[in-house]
């Protein structure tokens, strides 16, 4: 079939390059698929450029790959979902062809999203495999079910997909866009706050890792982003891998997100033999005090990296119900002593359906704190907070460590440059 694969996300904070769409394209190819992708990033007239796009590829069926519902951040925040559903109603007036919507927005609820951007279908997880299934449905001139789990599809750990062959990367590095790669889906953590608790991990083999980086280093892309949720999901799979990348040599520089634990010595070593130069450490005041990890734990983390000469950011998520101002005092004190290279502090907690914390929103308001939003669904920002800007400056004391995100557009990799 003829599939055209969008891409809507024109956010330019810094611009993102589709890795997922890409994946999805080499893997429609790849299953005898004519796929063509219509990257509306840099659009002026983006329903424009669908529209010239659509008349000239003619597909039968268009894919919609949204990244993010929104920002995520209190202050400043995008929503994204308003302009994907015009350009998803404008494909409809454009062409016949059925419309199917993929991707991590999805996570924040699948049947919600698909109701407010009006799609046909939907693949919720990984599309490499499950959108040639659905494909095949449609082929078979059977009714595909509109939610397809793409996390019973799982993609071939040894599959390298090609790169660069579908997205221009130009335009997005010269505007501070950075390559990613990933290593593996899903994640094993249990985060009440977060759209990707416990979805299935599944890891790639380290030698198709090392062969796509090897690919994008022989296209002149030497700067590079790890696109996992958390790297060190497994500890041992993790050294693997980086055994496999410091004894190819890709003379790559890149950043990643860890986990607090598990860590060990060997791991930053093998981070910096890799050629690993920055990584931001997501912590969380619930997790922190729920036993999860400790103080210890994130001290010794920042330790080791920086004493491998891996540059370390601090992603800390504060103000969960329950907690006290003492509590958070102690913890801001902690980093302004360990002295990270930048802490980026959210106290306004964005609100899913269906995490484990926006449960507990939706069966009993908390005693203390606001919940700013009214979208039963959750698809429209909804956030909860019990501190104010000057509360957050004042846990902050003008340590210029500290950065609150949402007052400023720059990425942890563009803070660690």
């Known amino acids: 079939m003829r599939v055209a694969l969008v891409n809507p996300n024109r956010y330019l904070e810094p611009p993102v390059i589709p890795l997922g769409l890409e994946y999805v394209a080499h893997y429609l190819e790849r299953e005898g698929h004519e796929a063509g992708v219509i990257d509306l990033t840099f659009a002026a007239d983006p329903a424009g450029a669908l529209g010239k ?3 000239s590829f003619a597909p039968e069926v268009v894919g919609f790959s949204l990244r993010n ?12 979902l308003e302009e994907a559903a015009g350009l998803i109603a404008a494909c409809r007036d454009l062409c016949d ?3 199917i919507v993929g991707g991590s927005a999805l996570l924040a609820g699948p049947r919600e999203v698909a109701d407010y951007v009006g799609c046909d279908f939907t693949v919720y997880g990984p599309g490499e495999k499950a959108l040639p299934a659905l494909l095949g449905y449609l082929e078979r001139g059977a009714s595909p079910p509109r939610l397809l789990d793409g996390w019973s599809y799982a993609f071939d750990r040894d599959e390298v997909p090609a790169r660069g062959r579908w997205i221009d990367y130009t335009p997005y590095l010269e505007r501070r ?74 003379g790559i520089s890149w950043s990643l997100y860890l986990k607090p634990l598990p860590h060990d010595e060997k791991l930053f070593h093998l981070l910096a033999a890799a050629g690993a130069s920055s990584l931001t450490l997501s912590v969380d005041s619930r997790s922190l005090y729920g036993g999860a990890y400790d103080l210890l734990d994130l001290q010794s983390a920042i330790f080791l990296a920086q004493r491998e ?20 005092r102690d913890v801001f004190d902690f980093f302004r002593g360990v002295r ?26 908390p005693a203390t704190g606001i919940i700013e939003g009214d979208d039963p669904d959750y698809v429209r920002p909804v956030y909860y907070s019990w501190m104010t800007l000057e509360d957050c400056r004042e846990l902050i004391a003008g340590d210029e460590l500290f950065r609150i995100e949402g007052l400023e557009r720059r990425s942890n990799y563009e803070r660690l440059c």
């Open 309 to 328: 000469g891996i540059g370390v950011a601090v992603d800390l998520l504060v103000g969960f119900p329950g907690e006290t101002r003492e509590e958070l």
């Open 69 to 80: 519902v929104d920002s995520s951040l209190y202050f400043d925040n995008v929503f994204f």
């Open 340 to 365: 990270p290279e930048t802490v980026g502090v959210n106290a306004w907690i964005r609100i899913f359906k269906y995490t484990g914390l926006g449960v507990d929103m939706r069966a009993g308001r």
């Open 177 to 250: 866009g950075v390559v990613g790669f990933a290593t593996q889906t899903g994640c094993t953590a249990a985060c009440s706050f977060c759209v990707e608790a416990c979805l299935p991990w599944r890891a790639r083999t380290p030698g198709a890792v090392v062969d796509e980086i090897a690919a994008l280093k022989e296209m002149g892309c030497g700067e590079l982003h790890l696109c996992d949720s958390e790297f060190n999901q497994d500890l041992d799979t993790a050294k693997e891998l980086l055994r496999r990348m410091a004894r190819a040599e890709l």
């Open 53 to 55: 796009a659509l008349e």
């Open 97 to 99: 062809a059925k419309v």
